[in-house]
C-alpha cells in the first residue's frame, strides 16, 4: 500500500502506520495536485507503488488542472485500487475540488472516495486549530476513513 499526498499524510503518518503496518507513507506539506504525475512516477519507476494507492492532495490550492486526475489514475492504471481523499479546509476551492473526486470515482470501478470533508465537518475538535489538518487523535480517525474506502473493494 502506498500513500502519496501532502501535509495531511504527513501530519496523519502516525496513525496510517499503525493502521496499515508496512505501507509506503510518502506526505510532504504544500504539496499540489501538479506534483502527483512526477510523484506516482517515480513510485513506479522505484517499484514502491503497492497494489493499492491513495492519493491526498488539494489542501493546498484545490485542484486547478482538472486533466491532472486523470493522466495520475491513467498512469496508476485498472489493476491497483486507489482511494481519494476529500479535502476540508476554509478555502473556497473546497467544493469544487471534491466534486472533481467524487467524479472520477463515480467513472472508474478501482476508484473509491475516504470522505475526510463528511468526517471534519462534523468532528472539529479531530482537527488542529488551523480547522484543516488532522489533530493527533484525527490522524487516526483519518486513518480508518480510508480503512472504509478500501473495505468498499472487498479486500485491502
Same mark, same amino acid.
Given at each position: 500500500?502506498? *500513500?502519496i499526498?501532502?501535509?495531511?499524510?504527513?501530519v496523519?503518518?502516525?496513525? =496510517?502506520?499503525?493502521? *496499515?503496518?508496512?505501507? +509506503?507513507?510518502?506526505? +510532504?506539506?504544500?504539496?499540489k495536485?501538479? &506534483?502527483?504525475?512526477?510523484? @506516482?512516477?517515480? #513510485?513506479?519507476?522505484?517499484?514502491?507503488l503497492?497494489?493499492? +494507492?491513495?492519493?491526498?492532495?488539494g489542501t493546498?490550492?484545490?485542484?486547478p &488542472?482538472?486533466?491532472v !486526475?486523470?493522466? +495520475? =489514475?491513467?498512469m496508476?492504471?485498472p489493476?491497483? %485500487?486507489? @482511494? !481519494?481523499? $476529500?479535502i476540508?479546509?476554509?478555502? $473556497? *476551492?473546497?467544493?469544487?475540488?471534491?466534486? !472533481? =473526486?467524487? %467524479?472520477?470515482?463515480?467513472k472508474?470501478?478501482?476508484?473509491?472516495?475516504? %470522505?475526510?470533508?463528511?468526517?471534519?465537518?462534523?468532528?472539529?475538535?479531530? !482537527?488542529?486549530?488551523?480547522?484543516? #489538518?488532522?489533530?493527533i487523535?484525527?490522524? $487516526?480517525v *483519518?486513518? &480508518?476513513t480510508? &480503512?472504509r474506502?478500501?473495505?468498499?473493494?472487498g479486500?485491502?
Amino acid at each position: 500500500m502506498t *500513500f502519496i499526498g501532502d501535509s495531511r499524510i504527513a501530519v496523519s503518518a502516525p496513525g =496510517l502506520m499503525q493502521q *496499515f503496518p508496512g505501507a +509506503v507513507i510518502d506526505g +510532504v506539506p504544500n504539496r499540489k495536485w501538479d &506534483e502527483a504525475e512526477g510523484l @506516482v512516477r517515480s #513510485h513506479l519507476d522505484d517499484g514502491t507503488l503497492g497494489p493499492c +494507492v491513495v492519493l491526498d492532495f488539494g489542501t493546498n490550492g484545490g485542484i486547478p &488542472e482538472p486533466g491532472v !486526475l486523470d493522466r +495520475v =489514475l491513467d498512469m496508476i492504471g485498472p489493476d491497483r %485500487d486507489v @482511494v !481519494l481523499v $476529500t479535502i476540508y479546509g476554509q478555502s $473556497t *476551492f473546497i467544493e469544487a475540488a471534491n466534486q !472533481l =473526486l467524487w %467524479d472520477q470515482a463515480k467513472k472508474r470501478p478501482n476508484v473509491r472516495i475516504a %470522505d475526510w470533508y463528511a468526517i471534519a465537518s462534523t468532528r472539529p475538535d479531530l !482537527l488542529q486549530s488551523d480547522l484543516t #489538518h488532522p489533530n493527533i487523535p484525527g490522524g $487516526t480517525v *483519518f486513518a &480508518e476513513t480510508i &480503512e472504509r474506502a478500501f473495505q468498499g473493494f472487498g479486500k485491502r
